[in-house]
């Protein structure tokens, strides 16, 4: 994002409620380094850590953030005359000081500015950040202290609820992963291999200055929950499933996956089992509302696909029954969706602590072992909602793991739909007062509306 599109006053808003909730006592943030992908000069493409891009705004690499009482300072790195010859010119302190509200000093001068300060932080994910955060300290980043267990639970508070400027950044995300599912929907048809239909819908985003959110998947194979190969050609019969989000601007995040017919129209099996998912999804979306534990409307997904697979003849017996024991998992593996933020699967770097609410832990049980977020919704809060149905291999051919079911799995009636490998619809969702706002319902849905997207 370039300077002048930062929001100064949103982004001083949030440093100064970080610093209420820490009482005044100081953190440091560190903004990352760039990664090598074979020698030191040739990088992936940097990415700021999302604590220190959602307090700046800005992508620094090497930068720091010190937040001491009410003072707010950018330490960076100072540009070079070499670093113009092969990036360009790039904003002084100056600028970066007025676009972000904070101080800017040389990065140099951050070793004295922290010495003997007891600053909180967050271990960086990448190792050569992390032994820095070490030396600057004097001290071990192995397992939070108590100041950095404060300063990660203020930090999980604030990203929770969305202010107006994140909104309207998730909106824009929305907007841009809607090009480019729809792209990729016309882009589909036999005889191409995925990573032209992948090519077409990272071209939809690029054209609008966006970048992915994460590792595309586009797939033939839906049953590979993270199918990151594009070789496969698309055949007439096959249903390709996208899982593809642009990645905002200032660097907020879509996650949006559609399912659609290679050929332009479902079979009668796939589109059955296709209704079936959509069901599941729009039961999800309808429990959520604040106050609603996030895991409840994973049942409620759960309860909706296992009564369509009943009605299919594929599962039989009380649906209550079937969810409570997991059989819908042997079909709908994962959990239905995540938090939605600056990271596409939302400060996940502070794991659990961040998903699941104090005093709540993970399920045992497969399946919902699997869910990424236990809290009760609140306004303001951005989450996917995702269920899918799978056939997966190594699930479906594992007698002890298919024991739950007992004759309650008819598999003569699930050999009929066997050009169903996986269907997954997700949406990205913003709690409202009442209900859900879903960002990304201008993505056709409903399987007529696929079949003519394809067209």
Not at 214 to 242: K, S
């Amino acid at each position: 994002m370039t300077l002048s599109n930062l929001n100064t006053d949103a982004l001083r808003a949030r440093r100064e409620r970080l610093a209420g909730k820490l009482g005044g006592a100081p953190a440091l943030l560190m903004a990352g380094a760039p990664r090598p992908r074979n020698y030191p000069a040739t990088t992936y493409p940097f990415r700021a850590s999302s604590h220190f891009l959602y307090l700046t705004g800005v992508a620094i690499p090497n930068a720091a953030l010190l937040l001491d009482g009410a003072e707010a300072t950018i330490f960076a790195a100072p540009h070079t005359a070499a670093d113009e010859l092969w990036d360009g010119p790039s904003p002084g302190p100056a600028a970066l000081a007025e676009a972000t509200g904070c101080a800017v000093e040389p990065l140099d001068a951050l070793p004295a500015r922290v010495a003997g300060l007891e600053a909180a932080t967050l271990p960086a994910v990448d190792l050569p950040t992390r032994v820095t955060q070490k030396k600057l300290l004097g001290r071990a980043l192995d397992a939070l202290a108590p100041r950095d267990e404060a300063l990660a639970d203020a930090m999980i508070a604030l990203r929770l609820v969305h202010d107006d400027a994140a909104l309207a950044e998730l909106r824009a995300a929305a907007e841009g992963t809607t090009a480019a599912h729809l792209a990729g929907m016309r882009a589909s048809r036999p005889g191409v291999r995925e990573h032209v239909v992948r090519a077409a819908m990272e071209h939809a985003a690029m054209e609008r200055g966006m970048a992915m959110a994460y590792t595309p998947i586009v797939t033939v194979h839906g049953e590979v929950l993270h199918n990151n190969v594009y070789h496969h050609e698309l055949a007439a019969g096959d249903l390709l499933l996208a899982d593809v989000g642009a990645e905002s601007e200032g660097g907020w995040a879509g996650d949006v996956t559609r399912t659609w017919p290679v050929s332009g129209a479902f079979s009668p099996t796939q589109r059955a089992i296709y209704d079936v998912v959509l069901a599941s999804q729009r039961a999800a979306i309808d429990a959520v509302r604040p106050g609603v534990r996030y895991r409840d409307v994973h049942l409620a997904a759960a309860r909706g696909l296992t009564v369509g697979l009943v009605e299919l003849g594929i599962l039989s017996g009380d649906v209550d029954e079937l969810v409570a024991d997991g059989v819908h998992a042997l079909f709908f593996p994962h959990g239905v969706g995540h938090l939605l933020g600056l990271d596409v699967h939302d400060m996940e770097d502070l794991g659990d602590r961040a998903g699941y609410a104090p005093g709540r832990r993970r399920s045992a049980q497969f399946g919902l072992s699997y869910l990424r977020l236990d809290r009760d919704l609140v306004e303001r809060m951005a989450v996917t909602i995702e269920p899918g149905f799978y056939q997966v291999p190594a699930i479906l051919g594992d007698e002890a793991r298919t024991a739950v079911a007992g004759d309650r799995l008819d598999r003569a009636t699930l050999a009929k739909f066997a050009d169903v490998r996986g269907i997954r619809i997700e949406d990205d969702i913003v709690v409202t007062a009442d209900g859900a706002d879903v960002l990304t319902a201008a993505i056709p849905k409903t399987a007529a509306a696929v079949e003519e997207a394809c067209a």
